[in-house]
């Protein structure tokens, strides 16, 4: 069974780092997305990407996150800086054209220090 | 006010209870909903779509009520590997450019049966 894929599992880094966190999508799916879910709290949306561009953005993805589709198969997320509040699980996730439900990825476990 | 309302829990039942889940939305513009099952640590994972004539699959069943802005989920004959926090989803689904909105989480109810 297809299934989305996430690198690295875990990342730690330092205050004011820049850290990429990557996502293979399930191959014939075209929406992507970024959740981030802090220990103890809510699965929370960040960003939705089709077509090469950004589809909708929460007020958590300021101008510290950014997204990229670099090629046809990996989906980033870029933190420019990182703040000791950006540690939290990173889920991907991504869905095919018409269906709704969206698959996520085992997700990237972030600790900024 | 909170977009997605869940039951606080934890429910700790035994093996064979019925369980029910209840879970309330703020957004009348929701128009789909899930039940994800998410393992400690683990990635959420779909359970069900919610259904307004209510759906059922196997031991789990899930309701809805768009006019109360309620979706429930009824697990019958609990298993050990019940064991989960169960989130209550909805999407908002946008009105432009086939958008397929973003999915708004509840925090989630954990669930623990025990033998």
């Known amino acids: 069974e297809p299934e989305v894929t996430q690198t690295p599992s875990h990342q730690v880094t330092q205050m004011g780092q820049e850290v990429i966190l990557r996502c293979v999508p399930i191959?014939?799916?075209?929406?992507f997305y970024w959740y981030r879910q802090i220990l103890g709290q809510k699965v929370e949306f960040l960003v939705s990407?089709?077509?090469?561009?950004?589809?909708?953005k929460s007020e958590i993805f300021d101008d510290q996150f950014s997204v990229e589709r670099p090629d046809g198969s990996n989906f980033t997320l870029k933190i420019r800086s990182t703040k000791l509040e950006d540690s939290a699980m990173y889920f991907c996730?991504?869905?095919?054209?018409?269906?709704?439900?969206?698959?996520f990825g085992p997700g990237t476990r972030l600790l900024v220090l | 006010r909170k977009e997605v309302e869940q039951d606080p829990g934890p429910f700790n039942v035994p093996e064979g209870a019925t369980v029910a889940f209840n879970c309330t939305y703020s957004?009348?513009?929701?128009?789909?909903f899930f039940w994800y099952r998410q393992d400690c640590r683990k990635e959420p994972k779909l359970l069900m779509s919610?259904?307004?004539s209510g759906n059922e699959d196997g031991r789990f069943t899930a309701q809805l009520n768009r006019a109360s802005q309620y979706i429930s989920l009824l697990i019958r004959d609990s298993k050990l590997s019940d064991s989960a926090t169960y989130l209550c989803?909805?999407?908002?689904?946008?009105?432009?450019?086939?958008?397929?909105?973003?999915?708004?989480f509840g925090k989630g109810t954990k669930l623990s049966v025990k033998p």
């Open positions: 996730a991504s869905t095919e054209l018409v269906q709704e439900t969206q698959y």
């Open positions: 191959s014939n799916h075209l929406y």
């Open positions: 990407f089709y077509n090469n561009e950004i589809s909708e």
């Open positions: 957004n009348s513009a929701s128009q789909s």
């Open positions: 919610v259904y307004s």
């Open positions: 989803v909805v999407n908002i689904r946008m009105n432009y450019g086939g958008s397929q909105g973003n999915l708004i």
